[in-house]
């Protein structure tokens, strides 16, 4: 597609239950990053896969949060037993590989509302 | 661990003035560093895009510095219009180590061009 592609755009779920957030990044990017922005605040880093190498998971907030990369294409960000904190946009940016231009493009968020 | 600090926090000119943004990195051994702009509810546009042995990027009324050695980079804006009132993000992409590709904002600085 012409830009990265996030769904759903707007959840409201009860406190509990799983959520599933995906991302499609632009095509022929190979990097791709999660993060996460509470009302207000800045952008917290979540997750960050490039190409076939291991993800870097060091900014998931606890072990109810997880993602999944498809090679390179979609990402599935899966919130388990969500809780009201987890309230929040959650971004999705691409970007090709690094040695390239590495320039960072972002899609428009799935707003997350925890009941 | 990298730390992105944008000063100020908030900004309101009146229409006309030229007005520069404040980006500090506390790590210099990035590999880029990308200014981005968010409108209210919308995710995050690129603006320009600085590799780091570049100086500078220009597009537009808008021109981006970049001192790697000093950790910092300048956002400046000719002209400002109210259509340029959003809030103003920087972000380095780390170079080195376990951190390699990972991107850190800043907090952002809220611009608002009154009339």
């Known amino acids: 597609g012409a830009g990265v592609s996030q769904s759903p755009s707007n959840k409201v779920t009860e406190k509990g239950k799983d959520v599933e957030l995906r991302c499609d990044p632009i095509?022929?990017?190979?990097?791709l990053y999660w993060y996460r922005q509470r009302l207000g605040q800045g952008l917290e880093f979540l997750i960050y896969?490039?190409?076939?190498?291991?993800?870097?998971k060091s900014g998931l907030p606890s072990d109810r949060f997880s993602a999944e990369r498809t090679g390179e294409s979609v990402s599935t960000l899966t919130i388990q037993r969500t809780q009201q904190e987890d309230s929040a946009v959650y971004l999705c940016?691409?970007?090709?590989?690094?040695?390239?231009?590495?320039?960072?493009?972002f899609g428009e968020g799935s707003r997350l509302t925890v009941l | 661990k990298q730390e992105v600090t944008q000063i100020p926090a908030a900004l309101s000119v009146p229409e006309g003035e030229n007005l520069v943004l404040n980006c500090s990195f506390t790590?210099?051994?990035?590999?880029?560093l990308q200014w981005f702009r968010q409108d209210p509810g919308k995710g995050l546009t690129s603006l320009l895009l600085?590799?780091?042995?570049?100086r500078e990027q220009t597009s537009g009324r808008l021109n981006a510095s970049l001192d790697k050695s000093s950790g910092r980079s300048t956002l400046y804006i000719a002209a400002s219009q109210p259509g340029d009132s959003a809030t103003y993000l920087c972000a380095v992409r780390e170079a080195g180590g376990t951190s390699y590709g990972k991107l850190t904002f800043g907090q952002g600085t809220i611009l608002t061009v009154h009339p």
């Open positions: 940016a691409s970007s090709l590989a690094l040695w390239n231009t590495g320039e960072l493009f």
């Open positions: 896969f490039q190409g076939n190498s291991a993800p870097d």
């Open positions: 095509s022929g990017h190979t990097a």
């Open positions: 600085i590799q780091s042995s570049q």
């Open positions: 790590d210099s051994a990035i590999y880029n």
